[in-house]
């Protein structure tokens, strides 16, 4: 088999849904029958693409998004499976990829409390959160590891100023779950289809504006071929 970014992202996804972690090199070699040096060519291609981290030392992937293959403040869980959502916006998007009816168990970022988030067959249950943005999207990937874990899951906005005063951190973009659950299901909707493609910018600044987010988090720089 061909390893293309297309096919090598599916079989990953594909496998992280099923059983809750990600293939290794000798696994993804024995898919492809392809040897495991190509295997680590066609992973870190795909990881130029946005569309994988890897670990720096060992290759082995780190984080698919939405799935984080480390443990992470988030978990989501469907019919007796579990992942690790790499932020809140990602956990959604696990959700819609499981078929819909999950739940999210959470930190707030800005409480000791763990809460936990249902949707059912497609219908959030659980409104009263908010998400926050705090990082611009046109520079998500300069460290994309710090980018997701910024994006958390509080109360309200109240708690993220708190929050931001408390840790020098900037107070970015803050929207509610519901209007990110909708968002979420259309960026991650096509995750698992085997002719996946990175959205191109433009793709992604028209998804932005279909569902309301705008402001300088937002705003991306046109002429890029990825997100």
Not at 9 to 25: F, K, L, N, Q, W
Not at 58 to 81: C, K, M, N, Q
Not at 104 to 123: C, K, M, N
Request: aromatic share 12%.
């Amino acid at each position: 088999m061909k390893l293309t970014n297309s096919s090598i992202h599916h079989a990953i996804i594909r496998t992280i849904v099923d059983r809750g972690y990600a293939p290794d090199h000798a696994e993804l070699g024995n898919w492809s029958g392809r040897p495991v040096e190509e295997v680590v060519t066609a992973l870190e291609a795909l990881a130029d693409d946005h569309g994988v981290v890897l670990h720096p030392g060992t290759r082995e992937i780190w984080i698919a998004h939405p799935f984080s293959l480390a443990p992470t403040a988030y978990v989501v869980r469907a019919d007796g499976s579990r992942w690790w959502g790499t932020c809140a916006w990602c956990s959604l998007g696990i959700v819609e990829l499981a078929g819909g009816t999950a739940t999210i168990t959470a930190q707030l970022a800005w409480s000791t409390d763990s809460v936990t988030i249902r949707i059912d067959d497609g219908f959030l249950v659980d409104t009263d959160f908010v998400i926050h943005f705090p990082i611009p999207m046109v520079q998500a990937w300069t460290n994309v590891v710090y980018t997701c874990s910024m994006m958390a899951l509080f109360r309200d906005e109240e708690s993220v100023a708190a929050w931001a005063a408390h840790h020098g951190k900037p107070v970015g973009d803050i929207r509610p779950i519901a209007q990110i659950w909708e968002f979420a299901r259309e960026w991650y909707g096509r995750h698992l289809d085997s002719d996946w493609r990175k959205w191109t910018t433009e793709e992604a600044a028209a998804m932005f504006a279909r569902h309301g987010l705008d402001g300088p988090i937002w705003s991306l720089e046109s002429g890029s071929e990825r997100f």
